[in-house]
């Protein structure tokens, strides 16, 4: 038979249909984990997250900001920098309208970039959900993890995939959880997310000392005038260096930590004024990093960006090497050194196995610090049925811890939302105007309350 030849009347092959996109929804509680989920959605999604033949699924990424006293304002989400959300389109939610969205949209991927209490609330929710078909669960951790490491941990336990930023962490993550007994296949080594930028490269001309403030660490009073003041020192034994203190966050707003004393109101009563040289900066950390020649912290995770550019960076030792502080974290780094030296000119050089084992990927690894875990949520969105979700603390293991944890989110021990939790459904726009006119004058009252009247009560109780 001879081989068919195409004819004009033969109809036009059919294009193939395009993929339903891949629906991803962040949930955060603070500016910085908004930074953290954001781009850990984009990292996890990038390229082709369950790609086939008709090539990478198109990404919808929404982002929900879960209320309460640390919930970022538009001014701290424009200054997060490039997450590739609009923060016109951020928008904020309870714990209970969060679930309702979830059963109503149909996610693929939820990223929880909450406290671990949070977290744990939005499991147990979401499996009282009893979803035919459950989005894939992903949480981590913003920064350095140097407290509370397994009531942080326990409370995350039950997600999907549990990041950790380093092998480091990573192997004390698991060690954590099969030390309760606890499943730990979940824990998928990953890198932070917000990592980038310019390798550094010493300028002529320009010295900068920048010190990465940080909103509760130290918290006393005398210790943070004392590092305001030897930065202020500083300066003005270098009047030909630009010093600059980078702020989180403004007074009246909350960050991940509620920051009780801001360095803004210090530095209005140090004695002798502020020099020339020294300057007060917001803005997003990535481009203040751009021009430092120096990074100067007491545990920010700020340092972590600062080594994975290779700027020259110091974790400083005056107030002790201690876990409150957050700084011993650092030890066997060679970072860690004090004012006096720092005033003489010494710069720290990082000790490189240090660095390794800390996910920084200085060495140029960065590229590939997320192929595990892409692998991981690709495979899991691959599964056409996945299990439910089973936290390790449950009505059954922990009756006296997990049924406070859910009422703080209005849920029942159950995960179901308690009587009256739900927001009635308000019609039209002046009442839905109204509402969230009520809504953001009440969350400024808490606001206040949380940084001017607290403070205030607590101080007069250490009289």
Same mark, same amino acid.
């Given at each position: 038979?001879?081989?068919? !030849?195409?004819?004009?009347?033969?109809?036009?092959?059919?294009? &193939?249909?395009? $993929?339903? +996109?891949?629906? *991803?929804? @962040?949930?955060?509680?603070?500016?910085?984990?908004?930074?953290?989920?954001?781009? !850990?959605?984009?990292?996890?999604?990038?390229?082709?997250?369950? &790609?086939?033949? $008709?090539? +990478?699924?198109? *990404?919808? @990424?929404?982002?929900?900001?879960l209320r309460g006293r640390a919930t970022p304002t538009p001014r701290q989400l424009a200054e997060v920098g490039e997450v590739g959300i609009e923060a016109a389109k951020v928008r904020e939610v309870t714990a209970v309208e969060f679930l309702h969205t979830v059963r109503d949209e149909g996610y693929d991927v939820v990223v929880l970039a909450l406290v671990g209490g949070g977290v744990q609330a939005m499991l147990h929710g979401l499996a009282a959900l009893n979803l035919t078909r459950r989005p894939v669960i992903v949480t981590g951790y913003?920064?350095?993890?140097?407290?509370?490491?397994?009531?942080?941990?326990?409370?995350?336990?039950?997600?999907?995939?549990?990041?950790?930023n380093s092998a480091h962490d990573a192997e004390r993550f698991r060690a954590v959880y099969e030390g309760v007994g606890a499943d730990a296949s979940a824990v998928t080594e990953a890198a932070l997310p917000f990592l980038g930028g310019a390798p550094y490269a010493p300028e002529e001309g320009r010295d900068t000392v920048v010190f990465a403030a940080q909103p509760s660490v130290p918290a006393s009073r005398a210790d943070r005038t004392y590092l305001l003041r030897r930065l202020v020192e500083h300066a003005r034994l270098h009047p030909r260096r630009e010093v600059l203190l980078k702020l989180r966050s403004k007074p009246g707003e909350h960050t991940t930590h509620i920051e009780e004393l801001p360095y803004q109101k210090l530095a209005q009563r140090l004695p002798g004024g502020l020099p020339p040289n020294f300057r007060l900066v917001y803005g997003h950390m990535g481009e203040v990093l751009d021009r430092t020649d120096l990074l100067v912290t007491v545990s920010s995770t700020a340092a972590l960006e600062s080594l994975h550019r290779r700027i020259p960076t110091a974790v400083l030792t005056d107030l002790g090497v201690r876990e409150p502080l957050g700084n011993h974290h650092f030890v066997g780094s060679g970072l860690l050194t004090s004012w006096d030296r720092l005033d003489g000119g010494y710069r720290p050089r990082p000790d490189e196995e240090w660095l390794a084992g800390q996910g920084v990927a200085a060495d140029g690894s960065y590229s590939t610090a997320y192929d595990t875990a892409r692998a991981k949520v690709s495979g899991l969105l691959s599964d056409p049925r996945l299990p439910p979700l089973a936290p390790y603390y449950t009505p059954a293991t922990a009756p006296g811890y997990l049924p406070g944890i859910l009422a703080r989110h209005h849920l029942a021990p159950d995960g179901t939302p308690l009587p009256g939790a739900a927001a009635p459904q308000q019609s039209g726009r002046v009442r839905g105007a109204v509402r969230e006119t009520v809504r953001n004058a009440a969350r400024g009252a808490y606001r206040h309350g949380v940084q001017r009247v607290a403070p205030v009560i607590r101080r007069m109780g250490e009289l």
């Open positions: 038979m001879p081989p068919r !030849t195409s004819n004009a009347a033969d109809p036009a092959p059919t294009p &193939a249909e395009p $993929r339903p +996109a891949l629906r *991803v929804a @962040v949930l955060a509680d603070s500016d910085t984990r908004w930074k953290w989920g954001a781009l !850990t959605a984009r990292r996890l999604t990038a390229g082709a997250a369950g &790609a086939d033949e $008709r090539g +990478a699924r198109p *990404v919808e @990424v929404s982002g929900l900001l913003v920064g350095v993890v140097y407290e509370k490491l397994a009531d942080g941990l326990l409370l995350r336990h039950g997600a999907d995939v549990v990041l950790a």
